[in-house]
């Protein structure tokens, strides 16, 4: 594949990973470290109970790191929160704002997710920031205009150092099922159109993700389209053998 882009291959562990999950990062880095190029940027977001021994571990690494939410202010009386400038101080170098299970489980509004998308800019944090129609959305022929709303909503005017979008259909996350290639590629040239008319030259280098059943075997056909420059991959991440597959298939 060549691109303007680099790809970017992001895992997203969720809910899962005990300290033996750690074992997977080891066996992604051998497998990179055998990779004399890899043609493209490699994180994981490992729950947070993880992110700081994974990234202490692998700082001379290919694998860089990231959080899977942040909380909007930079400290403060919020039991349980993290703030992004904590994960910058644990090793990340990205964050996840806006997954559409936080919009979901914990009401998170597009204003939230600005907001939060803010605060990880202001602490050196990339944001991922994620956008995505429900199935019923999609159904009513709908996809287009929600994920443009959202996309308008919850990116910040100022993108600072740059920011990545995530479009994952949320009737996608987890079920096995995906949208067909030109459904994918329709909605990517949209994303790519709205962000060149709102940031510029600088809309024309953000890369755009696709996440949703990303997995070894329809990786390849997903990752060559245009305006598609890389993956947001749950399940298949958590085995260093098929986020490997899925890395390969960048090149
Ligand atoms: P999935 O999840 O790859 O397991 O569908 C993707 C995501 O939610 O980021």
Redesign the pocket.
């Known amino acids: 594949m060549s691109k303007a882009i680099t790809p970017l291959i992001v895992g ?1 562990w ?1 809910m899962n990973g005990l300290i033996e999950q750690l074992g997977e990062i080891d066996n992604l880095d051998y497998e990179l470290s055998k990779v004399e190029k890899i043609t493209c940027s490699v994180v994981i977001c490992p729950p947070a109970t993880l992110l700081m021994k994974a990234a202490l571990s692998k700082r001379h690494s290919k694998i860089a790191f990231g959080g899977q939410d942040c909380h909007s202010e930079e400290k403060g009386a919020h039991t349980g929160d993290i703030s992004a400038k904590m994960l910058f101080d644990a090793g990340a170098q990205f964050v996840i704002v806006g ?3 936080r919009r979901v489980d914990h009401n998170e509004s597009n204003e939230i997710v600005t907001q939060k998308a803010k605060a990880a800019l202001l602490s050196g944090l990339t944001p991922i920031i994620c956008v995505g129609e429900s199935e019923d959305e999609r159904k009513q022929g709908r996809a287009l205009e929600v994920v443009l709303e959202q996309l308008t909503s919850s990116t910040p005017d100022d993108i600072g150092n740059g920011i990545v979008i ?1 479009y ?1 259909p949320v009737w ?4 096995g099922l995906i949208p067909t290639l030109d459904d994918i590629d329709e909605m990517h040239n949209m994303i790519r159109a709205e962000l060149i008319k709102q940031h510029g030259k600088k809309g024309a280098k953000i890369p755009i993700l696709y ?4 997995k070894p075997s329809n990786a390849k056909e997903i990752l060559i389209l245009e305006n598609v420059n890389g993956g ?5 991440s958590l085995k260093a053998s098929d986020f490997f597959q899925i890395i390969s298939a960048c090149s």
């Open positions: 997203n969720k997954h559409s299970e995530a994952e996608a996350i987890g079920t996440g949703g059943s990303m947001l991959v749950g399940g298949a």
